[in-house]
């Protein structure tokens, strides 16, 4: 692979080093190429240094640790969030984790710091950041906490929803997919799912999905509103979809008490515009929330907690499984190229076993 970001797969990376007293030094068991790493090689993220080795997902085994890291220990299999917030930041005082000191701080790995795409990778904080897996977890659905799992249910709880709550879920890739799931979990009655690929409708069914929307079949807020009597819907969670989303959003959902959460990606320059006329001129009432997944080694334990009772089985959201770190590239490419039966892909170091 020549581009930007990937290069540094290979003996050129630097030894990371153990960033004293509370940091650790780890290595991936398990990997996964996200969207976001697509967004950053093929230039609609954010600029990134050249050099930068990307990746944020992945459940790995702890290989040093610092002098007063309490909890962790060489040999531990542990989830690495893919938000790792700076908790000795004075801001988190206020309750700002994820934007501590400075716009997405709290989203480093693969970002301003290096990924976790190399044979080893250091967090600076142990025992604020890292999640052991419980016995029983499986490596696919550990993986798929680190960020599907989180960033989906970071929408259903910003959407606050409530006990028989209307949700409609834009978008059901995989975070979409969460989203669903997290507000079956928080009690929404109806969840209108919107996508049309066969391998993630399927699936968005299983995590709770009631209906499935198509926005191929016309307007999105007309298809809402006229199936809930005109009223809208009480939250709308925005997982995916293009600029219009915003929009489309804020048309279809409730007046007075409407949420809608975003947490998708928008890429490139230019507004996502709010609708004057079902924004009720400035005064509708309805709620609109930008948000980063939330992160965290307390955060990633709850979610796997999910997992070890048998409440979430993430892990199904794996349709692809390399193994060799050099195909890591492929998995890249695979997100990239979103082949018709692809949802996730995990990818295994071959020099150990796992
Ligand atoms: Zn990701």
Known sequence: ???????????????????????????????????????????????????????????????????????????DLVAVPAITPDWRNPEIQEGNDRHAGRPFSGNALGRSIPGVFAEYFAVEDADTTLAKVPEGVSLQDALMCVDMVTTGFTGAEAAEIRFGDTVVVMGIGPVGLMAVQGAALLGAARILAVGTRPVCVKLAKEFGAT???????????????????????????????????????????????????????????????????????????????LELCRGGRVRMERILRMVQYGRICPGKMITHQLSGFDRIADGLELMRQKPADLVKVMVTPDWRQV
């Open 1 to 75: 692979m020549k581009e930007r970001g990937l290069a540094v797969i290979t003996d050129s990376a630097p030894e990371p080093e153990l960033q004293e007293p509370y940091g650790a030094i780890l290595t991936p068991v398990a990997m996964a190429p996200c969207t976001s790493d697509v967004n950053t090689v093929y230039g609609t993220g954010s600029k990134k240094p050249d050099d930068l080795i990307l990746g944020h997902e992945c459940v790995a085994r702890v290989v040093r640790v610092g002098k007063k890291v309490r909890d962790f220990a060489p040999g």
């Open 211 to 289: 209906e499935i929307l198509d926005y191929k079949k016309g307007d999105l807020a007309k298809q809402v509103l006229e199936k809930t009597g005109g009223t809208g819907a009480d939250a709308v969670i925005i997982c995916g979809g293009n600029d219009e989303a915003m929009h489309q959003a804020i048309e279809m959902v409730r007046y007075g008490i409407g949420r809608v959460v975003n947490v998708k990606h928008y890429p490139g320059e230019g507004d996502i515009g709010i609708p004057k006329f079902s924004g009720g001129r400035g005064m509708a009432g309805k709620t609109v929330k």
